[in-house]
């Protein structure tokens, strides 16, 4: 049995048993926990203080309770940080230029990780999503399109923990990535330059070029710090 630690809350010895138990491979995703009468006369707890524990990790994502079952470590965590990250930034009033930052910061290292990554059918799917673009028949349409492309590019770098915690800014920024393409056109940038962009950081990837990928990315950014003035 484990001592219980009197400086921390008595739920809180129960979530880092759970965490020590992953960390050490005994606990893996989809396995079950065990009860809460187990876990509570193991660390010496209530079964209250299991069920507080069980219900803080159902929040954050890493636990799913199944009726009858039992309580399970999720197989899928694809949504798992959105509401806490999300919670985050609002409490710490985060501003638009901060997210933009992280995102920027997030992309580039995901479209340098895409260049050695990238697979042949992505390519091919990149490729038919810049023909789309060309014929898209509303700013709606080429909005849609111009995430999928971002996103695409992101799966490729095949860093799991890059690509959710880009999605979970992605979510947040949607609007402002909708108003950032609006405010880049309304500053007389055509919709053939957004374009040629996304032309030049297509044939960066099919060359699997990492300078070239990484300058093009950056070339799309410059055009929105210039467009919201954030290049000062």
Not at 114 to 138: F, K, P, Q
Not at 162 to 188: A, P, T, W, Y
């Amino acid at each position: 049995m484990l001592a219980p630690n009197k400086t921390t809350k008595v739920y809180d010895q129960v979530i880092e048993q759970i965490k020590s138990k992953i960390k050490s491979g005994e606990i893996k995703k989809g396995d079950r926990l065990p009860s809460e009468r187990e876990m509570a006369e193991s660390i010496g707890v209530s079964r209250t203080s299991v069920r507080e524990a069980i219900r803080a990790l159902e929040v954050v994502g890493l636990v799913e309770s199944k009726q009858g079952a039992g309580n399970y470590i999720k197989t899928n965590f694809d949504n798992s940080l959105f509401e806490p990250l999300s919670v985050m930034f609002m409490l710490q009033e985060s501003s638009v230029k901060e997210m933009y930052d992280l995102r920027e910061t997030l992309e580039l290292q995901c479209a340098k990780l895409s260049a050695e990554n990238i697979e042949d059918n992505e390519l091919a799917l990149l490729t038919a999503i810049v023909d789309r673009m060309y014929i898209a028949g509303s700013e709606e349409e080429s909005l849609e399109l111009d995430i999928k492309f971002h996103y695409l590019i992101a799966k490729a770098s095949r860093n799991v923990l890059l690509i959710n915690v880009l999605d979970v800014i992605s979510q947040l920024m949607d609007e402002f990535i909708q108003k950032s393409r609006m405010q880049i056109l309304h500053e007389g940038n055509t919709k053939e330059s957004l374009l040629e962009i996304h032309e030049n950081l297509l044939r960066a990837l099919k060359c699997r070029d990492e300078s070239k990928v990484c300058n093009a990315m950056k070339e799309h950014f410059n055009l929105i710090r210039k467009s919201y003035g954030y290049d000062n």
